[in-house]
């Protein structure tokens, strides 16, 4: 029988391993956060980003708290470069969680226009290429050793896309699409898929968006609810739920009904420094 560990982590339920983890897009914000929630003595972490001071900040965090730290370096979109480091890290402590997070925010700016073209291969290359080489990688390697739990940062964009952020929406929407058919393949492997959707976080992301940020919650309380959820095995992981309620509501009117009413939480994306 295909033995998942049911809080994705091999180990947790006793004896000094607490298992391994590994987080992209771990430098800041959720990520970060997730870094800080899962560091405690007998872990093995792996952080990877591109900014290697805001990386190591993060490192001396969790070690402080007891992990043991191996930071990434690099590109995400570097797909050979991160299967690689992926594949070095799980030769020395093989992956029990591997969470998929980094991501970039993109938008309309107050110039009215859809993204441009720089900047919808960009939100494609992390959020959806990068996401799911990251997944590809894990799965391989978890499934020959029938254990491990893969999640996928998306968004609550993924079941309500945003009007003002289509590419972004779009990113996860296919992100989410993605992990509920690596989920079926793995059926029965012992490795398990967590979709995660979040609603409005305060991170440099929604730092970006100029309107309404319903329901603005730290990334501190955002990392502890995926964790908890992550410990329980579970396969989606979307919230605040009154906001997942409020978005299967609203799929039960037409468009120009939901449209009306999510008026007033329109908004507009300042230009990240990246694009
Ligand atoms: N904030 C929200 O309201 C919200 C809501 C729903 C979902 N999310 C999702 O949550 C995840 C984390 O977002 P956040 O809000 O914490 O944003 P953030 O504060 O901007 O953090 C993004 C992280 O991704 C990393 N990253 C970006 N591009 C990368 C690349 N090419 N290679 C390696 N790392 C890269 C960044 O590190 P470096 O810059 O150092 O590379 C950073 O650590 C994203 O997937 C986002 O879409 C956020």
Redesign the pocket.
């Known amino acids: 029988m295909p033995t998942e560990a049911p809080a994705g982590v091999a180990g947790s339920s006793g004896g000094a391993a607490r298992g391994s983890v590994v987080i992209?897009?771990?430098?800041?914000?959720?990520?970060?956060?997730l870094a800080v929630a899962y560091a405690e003595p007998g872990r093995v972490l792996g952080i990877?980003?591109?900014?290697?001071d805001?990386?190591e900040r993060v490192a001396a965090l969790c070690r402080a708290r007891g992990a043991e730290v191996v930071s990434g370096v690099?590109?995400?979109?570097?797909g050979a470069e991160?299967e690689a480091w992926l594949r070095i890290f799980d030769a020395g402590h093989p992956l029990d969680l591997v969470i998929?997070?980094?991501?970039?925010?993109g938008g309309i700016g107050a110039d009215g226009l859809l993204e441009a073209e720089a900047e919808v291969a960009?939100l494609l290359?992390?959020?959806l290429k990068?996401?799911i080489v990251t997944a590809n990688v894990a799965a391989t390697l978890m499934r020959a050793r029938r254990r491990g739990r893969i999640a996928l940062?998306?968004?609550?964009?993924a079941r309500h896309p945003l009007a003002d952020a289509p590419a972004?929406s779009a990113?996860?929407a296919g992100l989410s699409a993605y992990g509920e058919a690596l989920r079926e393949w793995l059926a029965d492997s012992g490795v398990g898929v967590s979709v995660?959707?979040?609603?409005?976080?305060?991170?440099?992301?929604?730092a970006l968006?100029k309107g309404v940020?319903p329901d603005?919650m730290s990334?501190e309380s955002?990392a502890r609810v995926i964790k908890r959820g992550l410990d329980r095995g579970r396969s989606t992981i979307a919230f605040p739920v009154h906001l997942l309620w409020l978005i299967r509501l609203g799929r039960c009117v037409p468009w120009r009904v939901r449209a009306w009413f999510g008026r007033s939480l329109r908004f507009t994306v300042d230009d990240?420094p990246?694009f």
């Open positions: 992209t897009g771990a430098s800041a914000g959720l990520g970060a956060s990877v980003a591109r900014r290697s805001a990386l690099l590109d995400v979109t570097e991160l998929a997070n980094a991501g970039l925010f960009a290359a992390v959020n990068a996401a940062i998306t968004s609550l964009a972004y990113s996860k995660v959707l979040p609603g409005h976080i305060d991170t440099a992301q929604t968006q940020l603005l990334p955002a990240p990246s």
